[in-house]
């Protein structure tokens, strides 16, 4: 790896910037990009990857060093986790900064306590010994350490998989067919993929192999009426209108006008007719109300604490808190119960979160279950495998980065009685 000074002196800045945590991490990063217009692609995935990188290793690294600095964090980092040789630093560190970082591959990981070795925080890691061996709390903290593949959906509205497929691998990418998602790519390098035509054409869109699958356990049919109620920028949205073929009705709710605006030029690229973006107030307003169990499937991705996401973003592990969970938690139930006024009997109603905390997931079930006895809890791996999709989770389906190489996503499957 070849790194120049001035990377080095940008990446110090950059990880400055990013300490606090105030903000997002690729939002500060993002705004970083933006006051450093001049650094060429190569230096802002250098800044990037090193970044996030230090971020994922941080109780390491931070047990490690002192004192800990943004610099010493960067340098411990390349040394340990990127193996960058440090005779490479010789005219840009210190001479006490070269003795220590010597030491660095001395230090045996089996020695630390389990949340330096699992680099997830203690109270997450004493929700996580309700339900885990400490064993398997290892295997998932190592997994979470590992930067996400990049995966895509292919637009089956468009073109077909196996078509993507060989035009990437002709083009010299490390691609292939994900496990599970019928309509999954996976890209083994980090290409600028939405400058790519198969992106600009809409023939693909960047989709996490596990949110796929929320699609198809919604099994949407021609003709039907849908909501996805917490739509976002709207992957999920594009995937229901795409597996409907274009029939049907398909609506987008979000409370946030920005992020159904940036759902506007990816449906526009998607070739779909189906479906109607609408902007609520909340989980109450009146749109909802006008929908009482008029429609025949609905989607609930929640607001979740988005640990399932920690490979992406890593800087979740600082910014939440276990209240900021308790909070999440009334917000998941006010939203899924609002939500099932809308399905029709007959009706599917599926609720998600990428989170793998039962308080976030089971258990929001088991409340709205107690109180809502007209819902039946369907079979996750039965329905899946009805589309030849074999994920057996159980009833609930539970994707794992450990086991299943996906962010961690937790689904449940709902039907409303027919009376």
Request: charged share 25%; aromatic share 6%; with cysteine.
């Amino acid at each position: 790896m070849h790194i120049t000074p001035a990377q080095l002196n940008k990446a110090v800045t950059a990880i400055q910037m990013l300490l606090p945590l105030e903000y997002p991490a690729d939002a500060i990063l993002r705004r970083f990009f933006q006051h450093n217009p001049k650094l060429g692609v190569h230096d802002r995935a250098f800044i990037a990857e090193t970044a996030f990188g230090m971020l994922r290793h941080r109780f390491f690294l931070e047990r490690c060093i002192n004192p800990v600095t943004p610099r010493s964090l960067l340098l411990a980092y390349l040394v340990r986790f990127r193996n960058v040789d440090i005779r490479k630093f010789k005219s840009w560190a210190q001479d006490s900064e070269m003795k220590w970082l010597q030491t660095l591959h001395t230090i045996e990981l089996k020695s630390q306590p389990l949340t330096v070795q699992a680099e997830l925080p203690e109270w997450l890691i004493e929700k996580l010994r309700r339900f885990m061996s400490n064993d398997a709390i290892l295997r998932l903290g190592l997994s979470l350490q590992n930067a996400a593949p990049l995966d895509v959906r292919v637009n089956t509205l468009l073109t077909k998989r196996e078509h993507v497929l060989e035009t990437l691998i002709n083009e010299c990418f490390s691609a292939e067919a994900t496990s599970f998602s019928p309509c999954g790519i996976r890209l083994h390098s980090k290409p600028a993929i939405n400058r790519h035509p198969l992106f600009l054409s809409g023939k693909i869109e960047v989709q996490d192999e596990g949110s796929q699958l929320l699609g198809y356990l919604m099994a949407p049919k021609r003709g039907e009426m849908i909501v996805d109620f917490c739509a976002g920028a709207g992957g999920k949205t594009l995937l229901l209108g795409a597996l409907m073929h274009s029939k049907g009705r398909v609506y987008a709710f979000d409370i946030n006008e920005k992020r159904l605006n940036n759902l506007k030029p990816r449906l526009k690229r998607s070739g779909l007719s189906n479906v109607h973006i609408q902007r609520i107030a909340n989980e109450h307003d009146l749109k909802i109300k006008r929908l009482a169990k008029k429609i025949d499937r609905v989607l609930v991705d929640a607001p979740c604490s988005g640990l399932g996401t920690l490979r992406r973003n890593p800087d979740l592990k600082w910014r939440l808190t276990p209240q900021s969970i308790e909070e999440l938690k009334a917000k998941q139930s006010s939203i899924l119960s609002a939500a099932a006024t809308m399905v029709k009997p007959g009706g599917r109603l599926v609720y998600a979160t990428c989170s793998f905390l039962p308080e976030e997931n089971q258990r929001i079930i088991e409340n709205f279950q107690s109180s809502n006895a007209e819902f039946d809890l369907l079979d996750c791996s039965e329905l899946l495998a009805e589309q030849k999709i074999m994920v057996n989770t159980g009833k609930f389906l539970q994707l794992s980065p450990d086991t299943h190489k996906t962010d961690g996503f937790f689904a449940a499957a709902l039907e409303h009685k027919k009376r």
